[in-house]
């Protein structure tokens, strides 16, 4: 299975951006999804994850301003980012599980996206 992401680029500060995973070569119920993020320097740090059973689970501090979503007719993943800030600015990557459930552990998801660079700026 291949996942690529799109959607990223320069976002304004306060505003919004939409990213997506699209899903090849399986069908994206078969998958528990996460999003996860990598300032430069930093660790790869989770954003928020779909389980196939339709749990979905945030980072505390994202709560209200990302919203995941999956679309099966379309094969593909979403993070709508809203009231964007300056901490946002990362590679964001989406990533699949194979196994039971979602997790916030980078460690457990086995197949990566390439990723796309998110960029907050005034």
């Known amino acids: 299975v291949l996942l690529v992401e799109s959607g990223g680029g320069l976002g304004q500060l306060g505003g919004s951006l939409r990213l997506s995973c699209a899903v090849s070569?399986?069908?994206?119920?078969?998958?528990?999804l996460g999003w996860f993020r990598q300032g430069s320097g930093k660790e790869r740090l989770f954003v928020a994850s779909?389980?196939?059973?339709?749990?979905?689970v945030y980072e505390d501090s994202l709560k209200g301003r990302f919203i995941i979503s999956r679309d099966r007719a379309k094969n593909t993943m979403f993070l709508q980012m809203n009231s964007l800030k300056r901490e946002d600015t990362a590679i964001y990557y989406c990533?699949?599980?194979?196994?039971?459930?979602?997790?916030?552990?980078?460690?457990?998801?086995?197949?990566w996206g390439q990723g796309t660079l998110v960029t907050v700026s005034s």
């Open positions: 990533a699949a599980r194979t196994r039971a459930s979602a997790s916030t552990w980078y460690k457990d998801y086995e197949i």
């Open positions: 070569g399986g069908t994206i119920d078969t998958y528990n």
């Open positions: 779909t389980s196939r059973y339709g749990q979905i």
